[in-house]
């Protein structure tokens, strides 16, 4: 019995740190330039996502406004993302992602994915075949316990 919970907390720190390291090289994947990963992962969410508030953007990534108004002044700086007002909500600010920022983030996106599809074609059919369960294993484990996101469907 007790070999039983020796191997599963192994098998949890196994599964933490294969992610954990998958997530950090798989972030490291982007493109040349100046903006970090928060601001990249910003703008990536309003290119796939459309218009968002400050508030529904500092929701999603977890962090205090005041931090996720600096990332936005950031990219309105850059010239990445645009402020508008809500046309439903005058008081409302909406930040969206300009010409330039959605190329940017469709090319942060092509090469993260480019990798990847590399790495996955070097392996056997087995492996990926192990890889495609365990990826949809660890999706199950993660949209579980109703944890989503404020305002984030599950997929």
Same mark, same amino acid.
């Given at each position: 019995? +007790? !070999?039983?919970?020796? +191997? ?9 740190? =294969? ?6 090289r798989f972030r490291s994947e982007r493109p040349e330039g ?5 601001? $990249? ?12 508030? $400050?508030? +529904? ?28 007002? #809500?046309?439903? #909500?005058?008081?409302?600010? $909406? ?6 920022? #959605?190329?940017?983030?469709?090319? *942060?996106r092509a090469q993260r994915n480019a990798w990847l599809d590399?790495?996955?074609?070097? $392996?056997?059919?087995? #492996?990926? *075949?192990?890889?495609?369960? *365990? =990826? =949809?294993?660890?999706? &199950? ?9 404020? &305002? +984030? !469907?599950?997929?």
């Amino acid at each position: 019995m +007790e !070999k039983d919970a020796t +191997e599963e907390a192994d098998l949890g720190g196994l599964v933490r740190s =294969a992610v954990g390291r998958l997530y950090r090289r798989f972030r490291s994947e982007r493109p040349e330039g100046g903006l970090g990963d928060a601001a $990249l992962a910003v703008l990536t969410r309003l290119h796939k996502h459309g218009p968002q508030t $400050l508030t +529904e953007l500092s929701e999603h990534d977890r962090v205090s406004p005041a931090s996720m108004s600096q990332i936005v002044n950031r990219l309105t700086s850059a010239g990445y993302a645009v402020r508008t007002r #809500d046309p439903s #909500d005058g008081r409302k600010v $909406l930040f969206s992602a300009t010409a330039e920022g #959605d190329e940017l983030a469709g090319a *942060a996106r092509a090469q993260r994915n480019a990798w990847l599809d590399e790495q996955l074609r070097a $392996l056997s059919a087995e #492996d990926r *075949a192990v890889i495609a369960r *365990a =990826a =949809a294993l660890l999706r &199950g484990i993660a949209d579980s316990g109703g944890d989503e996101h404020p &305002g +984030e !469907k599950s997929r």
